[in-house]
């Protein structure tokens, strides 16, 4: 079964300060995996996605995102934080067959402090 | 392209009463889903549908909940029965058969008082 893991329900930066959030997968097989950005009240917007070829992906608003298969994590950066990225951050898997349904973490709340 | 719309925004109903959601997705998606997320908590995935066919359901989704999509365009989600626990918000997404990487809508909230 897959599972999803981010470490850090909620993290605090800087305006201007990196930004990191952690994700670990557990997946059986080879993995597709989502970053999604959600803001109050809304619904979820794809930052970027991970499906096969390059493993440093890049995506919307200067995020990006690296899969490493041998520490099964896909980490969020950005370099440079904004206090518009103050929101929750999702990461997904999915299957890579059949119904493509998502296994969603529990989100990381990002606040940037000025 | 005018994005997954949902309605009603938000819903308030008593314990006991049925309540239905509308999701119209992207028009030339034909994979259309629902999720339920709560308060906390990422999306859990509740069920989904190619084209009108409803191909997998949750075992979150119980007997009270009921969800079609007549001619694969839009879809709807009824609760029957509303319980407290039903409060939350559902999400509606869509995409194309070999497309990965869901457009969401706003979400229904709803909550049951």
């Known amino acids: 079964a897959q599972s999803v893991t981010q470490l850090g329900s909620h993290v605090s930066v800087s305006e201007g300060a990196l930004v990191l959030l952690r994700c670990n997968y557990s997946s059986s097989v080879p993995p597709y995996l989502f970053w999604y950005v959600q803001y109050p009240n809304q619904g979820l917007q794809l930052l970027l996605k991970?499906?096969?070829?390059?493993?440093l992906v890049k995506g919307i608003n200067g995020f990006e995102a690296e899969f490493k298969k041998s520490e099964t994590s896909f980490h969020l950066t950005k370099p440079s934080a904004h206090m518009s990225d103050a929101a929750e951050y999702f990461c997904a898997v999915t299957e890579t067959s059949g119904t493509y349904k998502y296994i969603f973490g529990t989100g990381t709340r990002l606040k940037v402090l000025a | 392209d005018t994005g997954v719309s949902q309605n009603p925004r938000h819903k308030i109903t008593k314990r006991g009463q049925n309540v239905t959601f509308r999701c119209d997705p992207i028009?030339?998606?034909?994979?259309l889903y629902w999720y339920r997320q709560t308060l906390g908590q990422g999306p859990e995935f509740l069920t989904y549908?190619?084209?009108?066919?409803?191909?997998?359901k949750s075992r979150l989704l119980s007997d009270r909940f009921s969800a079609e999509r007549p001619k694969g365009s839009f879809s709807t989600l009824e609760i029957q029965r509303t319980e407290q626990g039903d409060s939350a918000m559902y999400l509606c997404?869509?995409?194309?058969?070999?497309?990965?990487?869901?457009?969401f809508g706003s979400g229904t909230r709803l909550t049951v008082v």
């Open positions: 997404a869509s995409t194309k058969t070999d497309h990965y990487g869901y457009t």
């Open positions: 991970y499906t096969t070829g390059a493993t």
């Open positions: 549908f190619q084209n009108e066919a409803q191909l997998e």
């Open positions: 028009s030339e998606h034909n994979r």
